[in-house]
């Protein structure tokens, strides 16, 4: 199990970036896949993008594909998410999710229920 914590959230006009970064003190970073989610109330947790252990595969959502970037560090047992071009319908709590690999290239299934440990969330508002 690995902890997981979030940073980076903030409030931007449309059109303009952020960069958000989820880390952890744990030892099992580099073995997992990273998965960054995204909720609004009254909504299930949605899918954003993940990224491989070794860094190698990516995937985004349609929603943001384009816009959205995710990179890990895993000797700063960090994962990035940079969101350029923000619209007011990205605004959501972000959260990271983690989940074991058994390879280095694996990403398997983009569902919130399958993640493993998550954050605690940072807000995201995208607004005029």
């Known amino acids: 199990q690995v902890q997981l914590v979030e940073s980076g959230g903030g409030v931007v006009q449309p059109g303009g970036s952020l960069r958000l970064s989820c880390t952890t003190s744990?030892?099992?970073?580099?073995?997992?896949?990273i998965g960054w989610y995204r909720q609004t109330p009254g909504k299930d947790r949605e899918f954003v993008s993940s990224i491989s252990r070794d860094g190698g595969s990516v995937a985004y959502a349609d929603s943001v594909k384009g816009r959205f970037t995710i990179s890990r560090v895993n000797a700063k047992n960090t994962a990035y998410l940079q969101m350029n071009s923000l619209k007011p319908e990205d605004t959501a709590v972000y959260y990271c999710?983690?989940?074991?690999?058994?390879?280095?290239?694996?990403?398997?299934?983009?569902?919130?229920?399958?993640?493993?440990?998550w954050g605690q969330g940072t807000q995201v508002t995208v607004s005029s």
């Open positions: 744990g030892r099992t970073f580099s073995t997992q896949i």
């Open positions: 999710g983690a989940k074991p690999a058994l390879t280095q290239f694996a990403l398997g299934s983009n569902k919130a229920n399958d993640v493993r440990s």
